[in-house]
């Protein structure tokens, strides 16, 4: 069967050289006086440019896209600059995670950080591990750093889940608490410091119970003890100067409410009287007030009721010792006030009945009070101390009667500081326990009674959370809620059932 031949269609297309019927051609020339024909650029959308017309730049613009400053479209935002016609974001471009950043002569907040970090150089920094601290609140470069929270207790920056919680060392008495939330005591009770109540004892050698639950911390100095709890606090013992803070001069021998305070964030015992530190950050004080060791500004010998320290605010930590007190604020500096002879404020002789800074001291994280002498962790984990250091609690070396500048120690890697009487312990960052001072009943713990003005190890320890120092025997927990004290225990403060003193530690709990 034939097929017709393939045919190749045309595709040269019409000649558009050639002149088109209805076509004007614009090639030609017009006359200078001929006007265009208007309705034939309206059929050609043609629009109308006459010279005389002003264009409207912002036609059929959003009214939210007006340019900025440096000609972006819509204008950036807050942590963004113009840069050539372009938003760029501040916090990217610089690699900011925190904190304000600067780029092209414009900054930006580039926000805060997370659990346990801090903003350091725009970069979020966990500081609480470098700084040895599981738990709690950490001072770090004017910041107030909540590192992670516990499943049990934080001691001191420990988180310990049972057993122990913490134990407080008193002039011949010993208070500790556990994970019951329970409070027990030990120890002399000539004064009613155990606060066991009216059918008490005169000593008690072994650790007994008292009445008070929900306890959250106690803090004891001399024959005084009080205990906070979530929403109180509850104070023992002689009253003479209303240490007891309850508005009477009454002896009490068990936990007494203290008028006005609520909820606190911590608490800390002096030689008859104790402070607060509020949920505002500011303290309260009670007590004796004869070398102004309350702060509120007044030359009254004491206080019933607690009254609020003059001029301070943004406080991190707060520390007493017999006639004086130290604050910690949040920017790193630390503020004391009170009695002042052995330089335990620095600086001249004297007292001070307002808050004064310690303007030697910058970037500290802890501090802790001894009787008569002040010593302070600073956030490069090292440790300074001054006042007075005639048994050598100042740990420099000497037995300088008043050191009235703080120096700084040997000691590196500094996690905590605890003073007593007249010796004083630190916990390094490795779990292990350093002492010095005076040793006459071995309340440094090296297993000698003698006199160290230079940190001493304290042998078989490890895994300490926190020290407390009394006047002549000192108790340490470890993070694993066991207990151990040693020293002097001729009331039974050493709590193992015995009046013989301990030159090393034994364990209780």
């Known amino acids: 069967m034939g097929e017709d031949p393939l045919v190749t269609p045309d595709m040269s297309g019409p000649d558009f050289t050639q002149d088109m019927p209805g076509t004007p051609d614009f090639g030609q020339d017009m006359p200078a006086d001929a006007a265009p024909d208007l309705d034939m650029a309206q059929d050609m959308n043609v629009p109308d440019l006459a010279p005389d017309a002003e264009m409207d730049a912002s036609h059929d613009m959003p009214e939210d896209a007006a340019p900025d400053a440096s000609g972006c479209i819509p204008e950036c935002g807050a942590r963004s600059v113009c840069e050539n016609n372009v938003c760029v974001d501040i916090c990217q471009v610089t690699a900011a995670e925190c904190g304000v950043a600067q780029y092209s002569g414009a900054s930006a907040d580039c926000g805060t950080c997370g659990v346990s970090e801090a903003c350091v150089q725009n970069s979020c920094d966990n500081v609480c591990q470098a700084a040895g601290m599981s738990c709690g609140e950490l001072v770090f470069d004017g910041q107030l750093v909540n590192c992670a929270p516990c499943t049990g207790y934080c001691n001191s920056g420990s988180c310990i889940s049972g057993g122990i919680w913490g134990a407080v060392a008193g002039f011949s008495h010993t208070c500790a608490w556990n994970s019951n939330q329970r409070a027990l005591c030990w120890g002399s009770n000539a004064a009613q410091e155990l606060g066991l109540g009216s059918s008490a004892p005169a000593s008690e050698p072994t650790p007994t119970q008292l009445a008070t639950t929900g306890v959250l911390e106690i803090s004891t100095r001399a024959q005084n003890s009080c205990l906070r709890t979530a929403t109180s606090v509850r104070c023992w013992g002689p009253n003479d100067f209303g240490q007891i803070g309850d508005g009477t001069q009454s002896p009490r021998n068990q936990p ?75 920017d790193g500096s630390v503020w004391c006030w009170g009695w002042n002879e052995d330089g335990q404020l620095s600086g001249t002789n004297g007292l001070s009945r307002f808050p004064v800074g310690v303007s030697a001291l910058q970037d500290m994280k802890s501090i802790g009070l001894g009787n008569y002498h002040s010593c302070a962790v600073s956030q490069a984990d090292e440790l300074y101390c001054w006042g007075r250091g005639a048994q050598g609690q100042i740990g420099d070396g000497t037995l300088t009667s008043a050191q009235r500048t703080p120096v700084k120690l040997s000691l590196v890697n500094v996690l905590k500081v605890s003073a007593g009487a007249s010796h004083t312990c630190a916990v390094m960052e490795n779990g292990a326990l350093r002492c010095w001072g005076e040793n006459s009943d071995g309340q440094l713990g090296n297993g000698t009674t003698t006199r160290s003005s230079s940190p001493v190890l304290v042998g078989g320890l490890s895994g300490i959370s926190s020290v407390s120092g009394g006047a002549y025997h000192t108790c340490a927990t470890r993070t694993n809620g066991q207990l151990y004290c040693w020293g002097r225990s001729d009331f039974g403060q050493i709590g193992d059932g015995t009046t013989t003193r301990k030159l090393s530690p034994v364990q209780i709990f």
């Open 256 to 330: 007494t409410l203290v008028s006005g305070l609520g909820q606190t964030l911590s608490i800390s015992v002096g030689g008859g009287f104790a402070c607060a530190l509020m949920p505002d950050r500011t303290v309260r004080c009670w007590g004796t007030n004869a070398q102004g060791q309350l702060g509120i500004g007044s030359s009254d010998q004491f206080r019933t009721t607690p009254a609020q320290v003059q001029g301070l605010t943004d406080v991190a930590q707060i520390a007493t010792g017999t006639a004086h007190t130290c604050a910690l604020k949040i």
